[in-house]
């Protein structure tokens, strides 16, 4: 289990990326990677995805233009997910279903790892926090999901109904080596916990990318 917890959460968050071909990357004067919109206490937010310098972040501002949050550094690169079966680099959704979306996004922090976020917004402090993805058996969080098997088309991290999340991973064993598995999380209270840890079924569309290394 602890070589496992390895695989998803001690994944460096430091390591150079190189820069992914297959990924469309905006140039020096155009650092928006994407662009959405949020409603929160009836007032309209602009949500920006950004990279500057190598370091991706997003910002969130009033129609007006001014600053209201912007989230630590992300990772280093853009990265998809998917949602709603399509894959997506930015989203808002209520997934709580507390009436208030939550800001989702990935990015990629090394050659092949990748880290999903789900932000949830404090009424209180009127800021935007990171929500866990957890072990319950373990008690270890982290306040995003790793994926270290890079899937171009996002389906390495997958939300599926209920919102659930799937992410694609290698698990470790001393008599086999590292396979490819999926990592199955449930909501649950505000945050994602870790139910299930699977080998990817060999049948499974994602096996022969996984194989490949792509």
């Known amino acids: ?21 297959d990924l469309a990357l905006p140039g020096e004067d155009n650092p928006v990677l994407s662009e959405n919109s949020i409603v929160l206490n009836q007032s309209k937010y602009n949500v920006v995805k950004r990279i500057d310098s190598g370091t991706v972040t997003l910002k969130v501002f009033t129609t007006e ?10 990772g280093e690169q853009e990265k998809l997910f ?38 949830k917004f404090d009424n209180d402090s009127q800021k935007f926090t990171a929500m866990n993805f957890r072990y319950e058996k373990e008690n270890l969080s982290r306040d995003f999901l790793v994926s270290d098997m890079y899937q171009k088309d996002g389906q390495d991290l997958v939300f ?38 699977a080998p990817v079924p060999v049948d499974a569309p994602t096996a022969p990318a996984v194989e490949e290394g792509k």
């Open 82 to 119: 998917t949602l709603e079966g399509a894959a997506s680099p930015l989203a808002i959704k209520d997934l709580t279903g507390d009436g208030v979306p939550e800001l989702v996004t990935a990015a990629m922090t090394g050659p092949e790892s990748s880290a999903l976020y789900v932000f």
């Open 65 to 74: 233009g001014k600053e209201m949050w912007v989230s630590a550094p992300l």
């Open 160 to 197: 599926m109904p209920e919102n659930k999340v799937r992410a694609l991973g290698r698990i470790y064993s001393e008599e086999t080596g590292p396979t490819a598995g999926f990592y199955f999380f449930e909501l649950k209270e505000n945050e994602f916990v870790c139910t299930e840890v």
């Open 1 to 21: 289990m602890k070589r496992i917890l390895a695989s998803l959460f001690c994944t460096a968050m430091l390591l150079s990326a190189p820069v992914f071909a």
